[in-house]
């Protein structure tokens, strides 16, 4: 049986701003006042809490390591059994790890809930309540979370549900998450990182359940959530998806997620006419030159089920076991095995 103390809180920090990841530090203190708390500074040696505390252990790097990066130097830095994934801008209520132990295992990661502002125009849920506890640390009232957090505890219609597709808000056995290798660095700036991480962990056999008992205030990412700068890492990252999976994310949580159908990466060789750069630019991300199955195809003649059959070929070739020719629509596809 797994124990308060054999959990580690791990943070990834810009230190963008001090006074939040403070406020971090100290919310998870009041609760805990002995558990293991790992901060990676993500290329930054300057900043330090200047805490006396022996249960806080500081990293700094002298490059980015991002998201990806920064969590699993957090991780290897990592003493204790389980760990917790989070946020400089994140504040816990009480009762948080005494409502993950009854429900975590070494098969079992638990997702928790976020309390979050309405800035980003989410809504209201079980998983992520909505509700306004202010933006600035200054002004932010702990007890008053906590306060709320007692009293939407009591009204919960149910404790845990199955969470299919999991999420970066997170707890789990670090030898669980150590055994899939942890994040990707591949995936850099930011974003995707979580769900290729999912999918990994549901194809090596892992399961999520969320605790909505377990309760955090998200103020607000520090990241670049809504700017430019955050809609050009999306679109950086989502593309390495795409190279990585030959699929967009939102097909495989669909599918094998939450239908449990299975995923097999089928590599392809396309050969389109009449192509626009945009349609292009997509076929290049899922096109692997040199591979046994080649498609053909003009793209004035497709439709919309067609753009539907090319976003999800690695569910599409499934059912080809045989070589020969075959026609799915407007797609023709060669099956030769070289040699």
């Known amino acids: 049986m797994i124990t308060l103390n054999d959990f580690s809180f791990l943070i990834v920090t810009l230190a963008k701003d001090v006074d939040r990841l403070h406020l971090a530090y100290e919310s998870i203190r009041v609760a805990y006042p002995d558990n293991e708390i790992v901060i990676v500074y993500d290329n930054r040696n300057d900043i330090q809490l200047n805490k006396e505390d ?22 290897k830095k990592s003493t204790k059994k389980c760990f917790v994934l989070f946020h ?41 309540p909505i509700r306004d506890f202010g933006r600035d640390p200054k002004i932010f009232d702990l007890n008053k979370f906590n306060e709320f957090c007692e009293d939407h505890i009591k009204k919960l219609p149910q404790l845990t549900t199955e969470s299919p597709f999991g999420g970066f808000f997170m707890a789990g056995y670090k030898s669980s998450m150590e055994s899939v290798g942890g994040f990707d660095e591949y995936f850099q700036p930011y974003f995707y990182e979580d769900s290729d991480l999912m999918i990994r ?54 599918y094998t997620l939450s239908n449990g159908i299975p995923y097999k990466k089928i590599p392809v060789e396309i050969f389109p006419s009449n192509c626009t750069p945009e349609l292009q630019e997509y076929l290049n991300l899922i096109s692997e030159p040199g591979s046994d ?47």
């Open 54 to 75: 022996k249960n806080l252990i500081e990293v700094y790097t002298e490059k980015r390591v991002y998201v990806s990066g920064g969590y699993n130097l957090a991780l």
């Open 88 to 128: 400089d801008d994140t504040f816990l209520a009480k009762k948080f790890i005494e409502n993950i132990i009854p429900h975590i295992s070494k098969k079992t990661f638990c997702n928790f809930s976020t309390v979050e502002p309405p800035i980003y125009n989410d809504p209201n849920t079980l998983q992520k």
């Open 201 to 254: 962990l549901h194809q090596a056999g892992y399961n999520f359940i969320h605790v909505f008992g377990s309760l955090v205030y998200h103020m607000g990412s520090l990241t670049s959530r809504g700017t430019q700068e955050g809609e050009d890492a999306s679109i950086t990252t989502r593309n390495l998806f795409i190279k990585k999976w030959k699929v967009p994310f939102e097909y495989i949580k669909h």
């Open 293 to 339: 199955i080649k498609i053909f195809f003009d793209a004035d003649k497709l439709n919309k089920q067609d753009f539907e059959y090319l976003q999800t070929l690695p569910y599409i070739l499934q059912s080809i076991e045989e070589p020969g020719e075959y026609e799915i629509e407007s797609l023709k596809i060669k099956y030769k095995i070289n040699e």
